[in-house]
């Protein structure tokens, strides 16, 4: 059986309790009253209504109040303000202040009715909001440890043989059999890079990196990012210059997740490069902001495909020739944006294609706490 | 001084357990398992052991630390060194923070993510006998 929907009707009016009841009972609601302000809502801490209808003008706290106060125990209660034709600017008012609808006296039970149905659908909707809001939240916590446990755990306990039997049959394996058993080696260190990468994905930057934040040097950023890519870009003959200006100031932030963005954007640079290609990494401060450009001469994203390179999971037409997943640029997004920092592109199909990171520059009049 | 040094693993993966006690035994280790924290706890109170090699994420949940906080409380227990082989690694930084598991916990950094690369292994676990071995037999 579907569970009652419950109201709550605070007024003082004795009439307007009477045919509030009367047109609301006959459509199986749970109803509980109150006469004023303050019973209304000490009766609201134990009935939890789903609709509460009060009256703005009562004697004792104002509806305003009441209004207020339940809104602040369950932010989701979704409230009618009753009002006479003379207080019609004060439910505006309350409307403004959160309250659903308001009901001008007199009403029929019609208007009654009506406003109660598309208030209880309204509470509906926003539970169930907030109920997949919660789920959506759990799945992306619980995501990692999940993912971690079930797919890594078996994938390292498959590894780990693979390392025994290599090391135990040593010498008695010929080169094709010692060959085949490092190239499984390599696939299953593949596939648990990969999911390294999706749990970062999903559970990291979170808020809480914010409390790691320290000063950076860009320059250790792109050092690092570089070196990362070098190997993948000296295999395809791509050569990576950079041009970091002297004197470029810190940023505030986590070295750790920004050399990562810095690394994906290189090394998403050099994928995407023809062979003889050449990178090149650039980074200045101007205007209260450090850039950080990382253009290639490579094969370029068509311009539909531009707004979606920065979303998981998106691989454009251009990328078609190359392997990969498609969350390295939205993991460098998060974290620039984590940084208070933004992301954006521009690219010509045939021509090439510029990143661009472009991060915050705390003031030297307004120093960081954690500065002397 | 030439008795083969004797090492507990507990871990509740019979698989992973193969890949490192193959490794281990080709090295010369003498290895026990565990396959639980129950019969990890038991088998450390009956034989003393040069070493434990020591998953976290057990049975329901992190038993692994519950196994380390145990030791770390118990005077002869205390003295064996942990290596601790975890696929959380990142996770149990922010689980546990900064606070140590076990007395050589901070000092000879012995966490190993899994899978362990056979050279790492041998060299961590070689690393550990000697800090295990300077400290000495557990004071009276």
């Keep these: ?372 | 001084m030439t008795q083969r040094k004797q090492l507990l693993m507990i871990d509740d993966d019979p698989d992973f357990v193969d890949g490192i006690k193959s490794i281990l035994t080709a090295a010369k280790y003498d290895v026990d398992v565990a396959y639980n924290s129950k019969d990890g706890l038991a088998a450390l109170e009956k034989k003393k052991y040069d070493l434990l090699l020591l998953d976290i994420m057990m049975g329901r949940g992190a038993e692994g630390v519950m196994i380390a906080r145990k030791m770390g409380r118990d005077p002869k227990l205390r003295e064996v060194p942990v290596l601790i082989m975890t696929g959380i690694r990142e996770q149990i930084a922010f689980l546990f923070g900064s606070k140590a598991l076990h007395p050589h916990f901070v000092e000879v950094d012995e966490m190993l993510e899994k899978p362990v690369e056979p050279k790492q292994l041998l060299e961590r676990v070689e690393a550990l006998l000697k800090a295990g071995g300077k400290k000495g037999p557990a004071k009276k």
Aim: with cysteine.
């Design chain 1, 1 to 372: 059986m579907e569970k009652r929907s419950r109201i709550l009707i605070i007024d003082d009016e004795e009439v307007v309790l009477d045919s509030c009841l009367a047109v609301l009972k006959r459509a199986n609601h749970e109803i509980a009253v109150a006469r004023d302000g303050t019973a209304g809502l000490a009766l609201a801490q134990e009935f939890g209504p789903d609709l509460i209808l009060v009256d703005l003008m009562m004697p004792g706290i104002t509806g305003f109040e009441v209004l207020e106060a339940l809104r602040a125990a369950d932010p989701a209660v979704v409230a009618i303000v009753i009002t006479g034709y003379s207080t019609v600017g004060s439910a505006v008012e309350a409307m403004k202040r959160g309250a659903f609808d308001f009901l001008p006296k007199p009403f029929t039970p019609d208007e009654l009715r009506l406003i109660v149905d598309r208030g209880l659908e309204k509470r509906r909707l926003v539970l169930e909001t907030l109920a997949l809001r919660k789920e959506r939240e759990m799945v992306r916590e619980n995501f990692a440890a999940i993912v971690s446990h079930e797919l890594r755990s078996p994938l390292s306990a498959v590894q780990q043989n693979l390392y025994g039997l290599a090391a135990e049959l040593g010498e008695k394996l010929d080169d094709t059999q010692r060959n085949r058993l490092e190239r499984m080696k390599v696939r299953i260190a593949d596939m648990l890079k990969l999911i390294e990468t999706w749990l970062r994905a999903v559970s990291v930057p979170n808020d809480d990196i914010r409390e790691r934040f320290a000063p950076v040097s860009l320059r250790t950023c792109i050092d690092k990012a570089v070196e990362t890519a070098q190997p993948h870009a000296t295999r395809k003959d791509v050569a990576i210059t950079e041009t970091v200006a002297e004197a470029l100031p810190c940023v505030r932030g986590d070295e750790v997740s920004l050399t990562e963005a810095v690394v994906n954007v290189v090394n998403n640079a050099v994928k995407y490069s023809k062979t003889g290609g050449k990178v090149e990494v650039k980074a200045a401060a101007a205007d209260g902001r450090v850039t950080i450009s990382v253009a290639d001469n490579g094969v370029g994203i068509a311009p539909e495909d531009l707004p979606f390179v920065f979303d998981g999971f998106f691989r454009g037409k251009t990328a078609a020739a190359e392997t990969g997943v498609g969350l390295g640029l939205a993991l460098a997004r998060r974290i620039v944006e984590s940084h208070d920092g933004a992301i954006s592109v521009e690219s010509q199909v045939g021509k090439g294609t510029t990143f661009v990171i472009s991060l915050p520059v705390p003031a030297p009049d307004n120093p960081s706490p954690a500065a002397p």
